[in-house]
């Protein structure tokens, strides 16, 4: 079920794309469909003419009649964006999904290099898939120009430049392996059941032999990854960090060319279920928000950025508890590297910095949650019934959004929403400093949230 005038295409958008201060929809050239960056490589600066041009003549060359785009280097095809059609909510819940695959379908958008705003095929496609995430990058083109022009508008002619050797596959698999467990989970899970797909993988619920638990499983093939090494982020980021309010990862393996990655299995579903179906009272919105935020102000203070905090990432257990997961696209800021440049998330639920293509920081996730909130008291995120990329002009350019229900909330709530949703990224509240906001007092036990569940509820709520 799309939610009404939704544009299900609006993918989170993983990859770099290069810096520049044209915004998406002002490119005078096709957008460059260049392969993604190697693993490891350091942060890609403008791209050097020649290798532009040579970009533009891949772009033309991979675009069919049906404005479709395909990955130079993996030949995957990338269609037109299509109708998710919430098989997540019609199960017993939503699992953890592939990093490309949203509950709702809003694409979670990390885009090739060099790739901003495109055709408006690509731009018309994008209208049919708004909520899911994608690591693809080719659904929504949000493409700027890669022909770097002079004064008087003429392309530069200069040599190729020898570009970093792609890893192959083999390569590839070798690195992950050593990040992963050894052995084969098929020999201790059974009962799979199929629950979710994306573009990354599926997601599936099978039992574990051992302990008689349930568990969701992701299965992620190698090939069919647009930016493979982001699935580094499904083991090591969601390895490393445990905390009461992050989705549990029990272990990851590599079978055949496929990633497993087997996790805890949230009966309660998407918070998306929730905010579609549901009206929240202040409580439930401050339970959701403070057990949200003590995930984040964790996952900040070890320079972790999430980038595509929405509804769709927020799983729920039978008892009410709030987790977050989806960390596909996650990123690591250090004193060394305090800022990231990617363009990567949900177009609507995107900050003006990101949009805007300049360096940030965690405190992008603050506006996503921001948004979030509009999602409990509204139903949907702010532009939801616009295009996307129209969507993320309107971020870029406009005074933050505003309710449309804003004579329904309180003062408190109110402020606390105005705390996170601040264009100036240095002016925006923290995690740590919202977790003391007097609006999170009204904030109850996981339990409050029970009564919400798709199970508890009228089916005409």
């Known amino acids: 079920m799309q939610r009404p005038g939704g544009y299900p295409n609006a993918a989170p958008y993983p990859g770099p794309m290069q810096a520049g201060n044209s915004f998406p929809g002002m ?23 020649g290798q532009q041009q040579q970009q533009q003549q ?33 199960m017993m819940g939503k699992m953890p999904s ?15 290099p060099n790739h901003m705003f495109s055709n408006n095929n690509s731009i018309n496609n994008a209208k049919s898939n708004s909520r899911a995430s994608s690591s693809s990058g080719g659904n929504v083109s949000v493409a700027q120009s890669t022909a770097s022009t002079t004064q008087s508008g003429q392309s530069q002619q200069q040599p190729p430049v020898k570009t970093e050797q792609r890893l192959t596959h083999e390569q590839f698999r070798a690195a992950l392996q050593m990040v992963v467990s050894a052995g084969d989970p098929r020999e201790n899970l059974e009962n799979y059941t199929k629950i979710g797909e994306g573009s990354t993988g599926t997601v599936c619920i099978a039992t574990d032999k051992s302990t008689g638990r349930q568990v969701a499983v992701k299965q992620m093939d190698l090939r069919k990854q647009q930016r493979r090494e982001l699935l580094f982020n499904e083991v090591v980021i969601m390895r490393d960090y445990h905390h009461p ?11 055949n060319d496929e990633l497993w990655v087997v996790m805890e299995f949230l009966e309660g579903g998407a918070l998306t279920d929730i905010v579609t179906h549901s ?9 959701v928000c403070k057990q949200c935020l003590k995930a984040l102000s964790y996952l900040h203070s070890q320079g972790v950025i999430h980038r595509d905090i929405k509804s769709d990432s927020i799983l729920l257990a039978s008892d009410g508890r709030v987790k977050l997961s989806d960390f596909g696209f996650c990123a690591q800021v250090s004193q060394e590297l305090p800022k990231r440049k990617s363009l990567v998330g949900t177009p609507y639920w995107m900050s003006p910095e990101v949009i805007s293509r300049l360096p940030y920081g965690p405190e992008v996730d603050i506006w996503s949650l921001g948004i979030m909130v509009i999602e409990m008291i509204d139903g949907e995120p702010p532009f939801f019934n616009e295009p996307p990329l129209q969507a993320m002009r309107r971020i870029r350019d406009m005074p933050p959004p505003k309710l449309k229900n804003s004579h329904k909330v309180s003062s408190r709530l109110q402020n606390f929403l105005d705390r996170m949703l601040v264009r100036d990224p240095v002016q925006r509240a923290t995690a740590a400093e919202l977790l003391a906001h007097p609006f999170l007092r009204q904030a109850g036990p996981p339990s409050l949230l029970v009564p919400l569940m798709r199970g508890a509820r009228h089916s005409n709520c």
């Open 27 to 49: 490119a005078q050239g096709a957008g460059g469909g260049g392969p993604p960056p190697p693993l490891h490589s350091k942060p890609q600066g403008q791209n050097h003419p």
């Open 58 to 90: 891949q772009q033309q060359q991979q675009q069919d009649p049906h404005g479709h785009l395909s990955d130079a280097n993996n030949g995957n095809h990338l269609p037109p964006g299509h109708h998710h059609h919430h098989h997540h909510h019609q």
């Open 245 to 255: 309010n992050i989705v549990e990862t029990y272990s990851s393996f590599l079978v």
């Open 98 to 112: 592939p990093s490309s695959s949203s509950s709702t379908g809003a694409p979670t958008v990390a885009t090739d």
């Open 279 to 287: 009206r929240m009272d202040e409580e439930q919105i401050a339970t």
